[in-house]
Every structure is written in structure tokens, then in C-alpha cells.
């Protein structure tokens, strides 16, 4: 609400510093009639700011209830891609060392390749750790920091 007034100031100061840096005498605002200005139209912008956010008191609820229920289902995905890591790794490595004792290349090199592509997932959601358990033990935080970061 706080940029909302303060962006309809500075589209007022604009417009008043555009027609007092016109020369012409006739289309310069004085000083005394921006201050009536202001005041007369600062109640009513006031008013329709409170209006509109009284209107959007119900759906913002509705989103930060949904915003918390997000934050399980990220953390639920990051869960499955550590899980789906350690099993390719863990896959990998046994069909290696398997392709390996029976001489078959092709399966060991792609048996590296498939590994390779689990261990980056496994170090990606390594590293998503501090979300996933936002996500489980707090979710209204991980809802807050998102809004946070949306209003930044």
C-alpha cells in the first residue's frame, strides 16, 4: 500500500515538475495549487487504496494457504530427485562393476554415463536440502520468504 501512494506522488511530482518546466508563464502550476492538489485527491486515492485492499483481503488468504501447501509439494519433489539420484547411482554402480566382469564396454560406458547424470541430481538435491526441510517442518515460512522475494 505504502508503493501504491508513493507511486501516485511521484506520477503527481512528474507531472507537476513537466509544467513547471515550461517557460510559458500561463502553464506554470504554482506551488499553493499542487499543495491543494494534493490534499484534495490524497483522501480519495487514500480511500480507493483501502477499498482495493479490502478487496483482495479473501484472495490473498486463498493464496497463502495455497503458497503453504506449495512448499510440501516442492519439498516432496526435491525428496523424490535425491531418492531417484542415490537409486541411479547405486544402479549404476552395480551394472558397472557387473559389465565390467563380463567384458561388455557399451554398458559399462553408458552404465558411467547414467551415473554420472544420478550423481549431479543426487548433488543438486544435495544441496536442496535446507528447502526440503523448510518445506516439511515449516512450510509458512518457505510461503513468507517466497512472498518476500516476489515483493523484491
Do not use: W
Not at 63 to 84: C, N, P, S
Not at 98 to 125: H, K, Q
Not at 134 to 141: A, D, L, Q, S
Amino acid at each position: 500500500m505504502k508503493k501504491l501512494i508513493l507511486l501516485g506522488l511521484m506520477l503527481l511530482q512528474i507531472s507537476v515538475y513537466a509544467d513547471t518546466t515550461n517557460t510559458s508563464a500561463t502553464n506554470a502550476i504554482e506551488i499553493g495549487e499542487v499543495e491543494r492538489i494534493v490534499d484534495k485527491y490524497a483522501d480519495k486515492f487514500t480511500d480507493a487504496l483501502k477499498g482495493l485492499a479490502a478487496a483482495l483481503e479473501v484472495p490473498a488468504k486463498h493464496v497463502y494457504a495455497i503458497l503453504v501447501k506449495q512448499q510440501m509439494v516442492y519439498a516432496i519433489g526435491y525428496l523424490i530427485l535425491i531418492i531417484a539420484g542415490i537409486f541411479i547411482v547405486g544402479s549404476c554402480i552395480g551394472l558397472a562393476s557387473y559389465a565390467d566382469s563380463n567384458n561388455y564396454e557399451f554398458l559399462c560406458v553408458s552404465s558411467f554415463i547414467f551415473g554420472v547424470v544420478g550423481a549431479i541430481m543426487l548433488i543438486v538435491g544435495m544441496c536442496l536440502i535446507p528447502e526440503i526441510l523448510t518445506g516439511f517442518v515449516n512450510p509458512e515460512y518457505g510461503a513468507i520468504k517466497d512472498i518476500a522475494n516476489l515483493i523484491k
